[in-house]
């Protein structure tokens, strides 16, 4: 079984790993991007799902994480132009 200390440093780099993952979905082509946040998402829900987290709030973190990489992105974009 897993650790706190550990589920807290998974999810730690998760997040460290945001700016990276906007970047790489900003330079994806506009008509594809939905897909691919929406497997960012799935990525996200899985990885705490994993962890052993609960559906309720698994979503909510999930919701949370997605609305900040959606303003990284546009960030990424607006740079890009």
């Not at 730690?12 to 594809?32: D, K």
């Not at 962890?51 to 919701?63: F, H, M, N, Q």
Request: glycine fraction near 2%; charge should be negative.
């Amino acid at each position: 079984m897993m650790s706190n200390l550990e589920k807290e440093e998974i999810l730690e780099a998760t997040i460290a790993g945001m700016p990276r993952v906007a970047e790489a979905i900003a330079a994806v082509p506009i008509e594809h991007r939905a897909r691919a946040l929406d497997a960012a998402e799935q990525s996200y829900l899985q990885t705490l799902q994993d962890l052993g987290y609960a559906e309720a709030a698994t979503r909510k973190w999930v919701s949370a994480v997605m609305f900040q990489l959606l303003e990284k992105m546009e960030e990424e974009l607006s740079v890009a132009t």
